[in-house]
T-cell receptor, first 112, second 110 residues
Framework: DAGVIQSPRHEVTEMGQEVTLRCKPISGHDYLFWYRQTMMRGLELLIYFNNNVPIDDSGMPEDRFSAKMPNASFSTLKIQPSEPRDSAVYFC???WGTGELFFGEGSRLTVL | QQQVKQSPQSLIVQKGGISIINCAYE??????FPWYQQFPGKGPALLIA?????SEKKEGRFTISFNKSAKQFSLHIMDSQPGDSATYFC?????????FGTGTQLKVEL
């Protein structure tokens, strides 16, 4: 079975550019989560959706970050404009809401 | 605010030894306490989890010990193997979301 699929796996961009990260959750999962991982802060929850509706976006750093889930099989995390401090690995995860999260392999973002 | 504190930050254990990682949490509203394992270049994956109605759960070489009154839980890896070398995260769950600890880098040496 296909797991959570994220793209791109690696993204290098320049400060000020728009970045869009994409996620396809596991079919049938009704929860989708976006996490950010850095050495300093570990794994931080940015936002999560239930049945395509954003439930908690309190972890989104600032207005430069936005996330959408237009349907049950696709979500995007957008950063506009990007800054060097946004450099991190961004993970998407999905679940049935039973507790266990299934993570993708992450998108490594480098902002120069 | 940091809701879950994990220690140690890094750990080196000899093959066959016991690895112990600890976590402490602050809020008693949580009802799910998992441990995740992450290998380089991969996403975290669930290793073992416990609910607060039991004090211990064992799955193979991995055991969670849970102390509700002290608000602490720990992961014990028995007979540690080089293949266990990874980063381990504890997490606390409530309301369908997980808050993770800062991680422990475990290295098992031959």
């Amino acid at each position: 079975d296909a797991g959570v699929i994220q793209s791109p796996r690696h993204e290098v961009t320049e400060m000020g550019q728009e970045v869009t990260l994409r996620c396809k959750p596991i079919s049938g999962h009704d929860y989708l989560f976006w996490y950010r991982q850095t050495m300093m802060r570990g794994l931080e929850l940015l936002i999560y959706f239930n049945n395509n509706v954003p439930i908690d976006d309190s972890g989104m750093p600032e207005d430069r970050f936005s996330a959408k889930m237009p349907n049950a099989s696709f979500s995007t995390l957008k950063i506009q404009p990007s800054e060097p401090r946004d450099s991190a690995v961004y993970f998407c995860a999905s679940s049935w809401g039973t507790g266990e999260l299934f993570f993708g392999e992450g998108s490594r973002l480098t902002v120069l | 605010q940091q809701q879950v504190k994990q220690s140690p930050q890094s750990l080196i254990v000899q093959k066959g030894g016991i690895s112990i990682i600890n976590c402490a949490y602050e809020n008693t509203a949580f009802d799910y306490f998992p441990w995740y394992q992450q290998f380089p270049g991969k996403g975290p994956a669930l290793l073992i989890a416990i609910r607060p109605d039991v004090s211990e759960k064992k799955e193979g070489r991995f055991t969670i010990s849970f102390n509700k009154s002290a608000k602490q839980f720990s992961l014990h890896i028995m007979d540690s193997q080089p293949g266990d070398s990874a980063t381990y995260f504890c997490a606390i769950g409530g309301g369908n979301k997980l808050t993770f600890g800062t991680g422990t880098q475990l290295k098992v040496e031959l």
